[in-house]
């Protein structure tokens, strides 16, 4: 391709200029300016912003709300990996390993979830827990488990697990194709060799299934911690909003009430950067964790 | 004879989850279907059956006194924009970065791609405050933006996946035939692209329908809410009014868009998710 060298810095400026600069505006200008905004006390207005130094971060940590939003966040990450885990893999291996006619029906079903809105998801869920017509106790009652009816998400203790149920609902399909994406690379001569071998389908699921999925195990493990830690406010948001006294908030749902709520922008910053820096130690950590060699046979 | 007994009998137990977790995702959304039939004192009655008659009152309900529609137009245009902006950005940028030999390109592509892995919820207060500056706050046209370029990091990633499948030669011939570098992205690399295009809208669509936080913060009078924040309004009217027929209604406009979108384009949908997914 011969062309001069400024046609082809000026092709390139058309490329690429426009979206970095928008992309700069948006993106990286309010990531780096909520950094220094956690250095003020602010509340919104321009005239009295003024500079604390790391009196934020001090409230921080003197903050009795903060280490329980950390907690209800890491809890949610824990019981979303261990949920969806463990139902994808089944789901994943069911539908891949026994030949099942109606497998497409499943994961099509199983996936929708995954791209209904937050809102929808929530206010569906809000509704299934309703304590007089949600789906729930009924559903209990029906059962002859009146006892165990409760307000689930006005009980203190039950509202934040009870947030659990339906993140595992929208997020085992996606999990459940990436799983299902690795096992189909799985030579079947494995599978072969180990039933001559005389190994039980759950040996098989040991020694085999289970190593050679391992890069998207890792993966979808890493995707649901990001996604949790950067986003399970929202779905904390629609269904209690934080409640009952402070019960399911997490981080994200903390700064949003600290800061547009109660217009603390500044100390919300600081919150925003405690998400940010725990969220990259946790990848970094679990990337550390999860380091396995990859298997070869 | 007893291992194929056997066999069939695993996979009928097999099937008991499988068809268990079917109920559990869809019977809540059929009874949001049918709740959206029912009069609020049908709810109470009969929560969970079906409705005695198909009545659109709820629906009516949502149109007159909650202005549905201004929130449906509403979506609708910041979807469009939304979707439309992130091309016009996206495709030029993914072009360069795979195609054109420049330093710096790896850099970039970095940049863009940890983005999508950078908890946003910090750049939303600074973000807050320069929409305001641009006259851009509580405007459907600047959150139109902010989504668009919340979604370029993705759209970028998906798309030079894409064209890395397009055979080089191509363009070497289209330029040998004189053809300028810009003929080259729009009348050669676009049209190839296609796949990939309809894939990233579709996913960029159904985000940008969906969204509700960067809405919620971003849009503040009533008549720029988008379906989202109107659903989230009538919600919360309802733990007082008990509107739940008009809610389920209002619901039901929100997600059948999302179902006709994932009957037709269900394999793209699941494809792009999970290569978007396994970035990492």
Not at chain 1, 169 to 191: E, Q
Not at chain 1, 215 to 242: A, D, E, H, R
Not at chain 2, 214 to 243: H, K, P, R, V
Request: charged share 10%; with cysteine.
């Amino acid at each position: 391709m011969v062309q001069p060298k400024k046609q082809k810095y000026l092709f390139l400026a058309f490329c690429l200029v426009p979206a970095f600069i928008l992309f700069a505006i948006f993106t990286l200008y309010p990531l780096f300016s909520g950094l220094y905004y956690s250095f003020f006390d602010w509340s919104g207005s321009s005239s009295n912003k003024e500079f604390i130094g790391f009196d934020n971060y001090i409230k921080l940590f003197q903050d009795s709300i903060i280490p329980d939003t950390i907690k209800h966040d890491y809890f949610l990450v824990v019981t979303k990996i261990i949920g969806i885990m463990v139902l994808a893999m089944f789901f994943a291996v069911a539908l891949t390993q026994l030949k099942i006619k109606e497998a497409p029906f499943y994961r099509i079903v199983f996936f929708f979830p995954n791209i209904m809105s937050v809102v929808v998801i929530g206010i569906l869920w809000t509704f299934l827990y309703n304590p007089s017509l949600g789906l729930i106790n009924s559903g209990l009652g029906y059962l002859g488990l009146e006892e165990w009816a409760k307000p689930w998400l006005g009980d203190e203790k039950w509202a934040l697990p009870s947030i659990v149920l339906p993140a595992v609902w929208a997020g085992i399909g996606l999990f459940m194709l990436m799983l299902m994406g690795g096992i189909a690379n799985i030579s079947k001569s494995y599978y072969e060799a180990a039933k001559i071998d005389g190994a039980s389908e759950w040996q098989q699921f040991w020694k085999i299934t289970l190593p050679l999925v391992w890069p998207q195990i890792k993966v979808s493990i890493l995707y649901i911690v990001i996604t949790t830690l950067n986003g399970s406010f929202i779905l904390v948001q629609v269904m209690t909003g934080g409640g009952p006294n402070n019960a399911t908030h997490v981080m994200g749902s903390y700064l949003y009430q600290q800061a547009f709520k109660q217009y603390n922008f500044g100390y919300g910053a600081t919150i925003g950067v405690m998400i940010l820096i725990l969220s990259l130690i946790t990848v970094l950590f679990l990337q550390f964790l999860m380091r396995r060699e990859k298997i070869e046979y | 004879m007893k291992r194929s007994v056997g066999q069939i009998m695993g996979r009928t137990g097999i099937r008991i989850p499988l068809i268990l977790w079917t109920v559990a995702v869809l019977y809540p959304i059929f009874w949001m279907f049918l709740g959206s039939f029912k009069s609020n004192a049908e709810i109470y009655r009969n929560p969970w059956g079906l409705p005695e008659s198909f009545s659109l009152e709820n629906f009516n309900q949502a149109w007159t006194n909650y202005n549905i529609d201004v929130s449906v137009f509403n979506s609708l245009i910041v979807t469009v924009i939304g979707a439309i902006l992130t091309l016009v950005l996206a495709i030029p940028t993914a072009y360069a970065i795979e195609r054109i030999n420049f330093r710096g390109s790896k850099i970039l592509f970095t940049v863009y791609i940890s983005a999508m892995m950078i908890p946003m919820v910090l750049g939303w207060i600074p973000l807050f405050f320069l929409l305001a500056e641009l006259n851009l706050l509580d405007s459907i046209l600047g959150l139109s933006i902010v989504y668009a370029v919340s979604q370029l990091p993705f759209s970028i990633f998906v798309l030079t996946s894409f064209i890395s499948t397009i055979p080089k030669s191509l363009e070497e011939s289209a330029a040998i035939d004189g053809l300028s570098p810009y003929g080259i992205l729009f009348k050669i690399v676009t049209p190839l692209t296609m796949s990939g295009i309809i894939t990233v809208t579709i996913m960029n669509c159904i985000q940008f329908w969906n969204e509700y936080f960067m809405a919620l913060i971003f849009l503040q009078t009533e008549t720029n809410y988008t379906l989202a924040l109107a659903i989230d309004y009538i919600s919360n009217e309802a733990q007082y009014t008990n509107a739940w027929g008009t809610l389920f209604a209002s619901l039901v406009i929100a997600i059948v868009p999302v179902i006709i979108l994932y009957i037709i384009f269900q394999r793209r949908i699941a494809k792009g998710m999970t290569e978007g997914a396994i970035k990492g």
